[in-house]
């Protein structure tokens, strides 16, 4: 399994998906990515997604989670679409933690890269799973964990830079 996306360009993710584009919720930067997943083995049910920073663990003292998603039923979403399109459940964010200036319910949508110190590399984490997730929309990433337990048929991983 693997993913595909278009936001990543020589290595970097492109702007309008951070700090530097133009589509924000507060503070926030709201316009998610598109990407598709390949190679999806057989009996897969619904997907799950985690997009971090683990560059983030100097500055803040934990990897900043910019998106959690489950029960996505595609192997693929498009630009925006944790804005235009509620088919699949989004968790909470770290824009909604002690540093972020969200509550949960405006922080359960992609919050976007803005690294304060330079290039930070992030991470989307694509899960293959077996059923749909016990979840609700706003739940965290710790809930999703542990509701993939025995569940997993394959994981996949991308990374690009953004820079402050």
Known sequence: MYITTDAIQKGRFLDRFGSRGEDFIGDMPCRSFGFAVHDVPEGTK?????FEDKDAIPVCGFSWIHWVAANMQQGSLPENASQERDDFLQGANSWAGPLGSLDRRQASFYGGMAPPDGDHRYQLHV????????LQ????????????????????????????
């Open 127 to 134: 899960f293959a799973l077996d059923c749909l997730l016990p």
């Open 137 to 164: 929309n706003g739940f965290t990433y710790n809930e999703m964990y542990f509701a993939m337990e025995g569940h997993l048929l394959a994981q996949t991983a991308i990374t690009g830079l953004y820079g402050a």
């Open 46 to 50: 619904s997907f799950a997604l985690l």
